[in-house]
């Protein structure tokens, strides 16, 4: 058992985010970001473009990440004990390629409601300021903020949604070494930068485990029942991976990642390829 202990919710519920959390070894990390690799390899059309979404559904060793007792112990902590996994997403850096996150809050446009729900970015190689990792601003979770929308090639957001006016003095790094994980809160204002260094850097991230009292207003996910009781049953239910890029298990996360990307473009006017 790995639940949070008072004091780190209490910091959780402060600042709207939770870092370095020690999750899984650095040898896991390792070979899922082996078995990313080989997906790349194998089945560029999954995971070549800007958003790499629900690839745990093709790759048993992120489905064991999305499932691990650790992580959920901690998810638990925060949302409670019926828990649902809505979808997870890649952030991956290439070293020297244009690709950063402008500030933004997730509950803004994701559209789970209400927000008893919890993002998990998980490393699957260290993550720093040089190669642009995460960036926090604390305690903004306050309330929703305007967000603008900005289109823009390096932007790994879909819709290049951004907070204006973020104050630089109070931005934290949150630096992770693979394996680790920080959480973040629904209304966190954050964002990240380049990746400046030589290597990737990979953030494999469940977005998000979601309590099952929450509702999908702007379309519709499945879900996988992580822990616990699902009675209010607002979502369909999916079955995890059957093994390593399975054809039936390709055809359900491209039917998947086609509703998210009515989710993710509802309002805006450009629709587009993620
Ligand atoms: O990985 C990144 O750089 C940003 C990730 C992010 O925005 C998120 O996990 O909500």
Redesign the pocket.
């Known amino acids: 058992m790995t639940f949070l202990s008072s004091n780190q919710l209490k910091e959780y519920n402060e600042l709207g985010f939770l870092s370095p959390l020690d999750v899984i070894s650095e040898q896991a990390a390792k070979e899922a970001r082996e078995e990313v690799e080989l997906i790349e390899k194998k089945l560029p059309s999954a995971v070549n473009n800007k958003g790499r979404y629900n690839v745990h559904l093709i790759s048993p060793k992120l489905d064991k990440i999305v499932h691990n007792s650790k992580i959920l112990d901690i998810v638990e902590s925060t949302i409670g004990k019926n828990i649902l996994v809505c979808s997870t997403?890649l952030?991956i850096?290439n070293p020297n390629e244009l690709?950063?996150?402008s500030f933004?809050q997730?509950a803004k446009y994701i559209g789970l409601e209400p927000h008893n729900w919890v993002?998990a970015?998980i490393a699957l190689t260290d993550?720093n300021e040089e190669n642009?990792?995460?960036k926090m601003w604390p305690g903004s979770h306050d309330y929703l903020r305007h967000h603008n929308q900005k289109f823009d090639k390096g932007n790994?957001?879909t819709r290049g949604q951004t907070v204006e006016n973020i104050p630089e003095h109070k931005i934290k790094n949150i630096i992770l070494k693979a394996g680790q994980m920080s959480i973040?809160h629904p209304k966190i204002v954050?964002?990240?930068g380049l990746n400046k260094s030589n290597n990737r850097?990979i953030?494999f991230?469940v977005?998000s485990y979601i309590g099952s009292n929450v509702k999908q207003v702007l379309g519709k996910n499945s879900v996988q029942i992580a822990r616990g009781i699902d009675s209010f049953n607002y979502h369909k239910k999916i079955k995890r991976v059957s093994g390593l890029m399975k054809q039936e298990d390709i055809e359900l996360m491209t039917k998947e990642n086609r509703d998210l990307q009515e989710i993710f473009y509802n309002g805006s006017e450009k629709i587009g390829q993620f």
């Open positions: 997403t952030f850096k690709g950063y996150v933004h997730d993002t970015w993550s642009g990792c995460m790994l957001l973040h954050h964002g990240s850097r953030g991230v977005q």
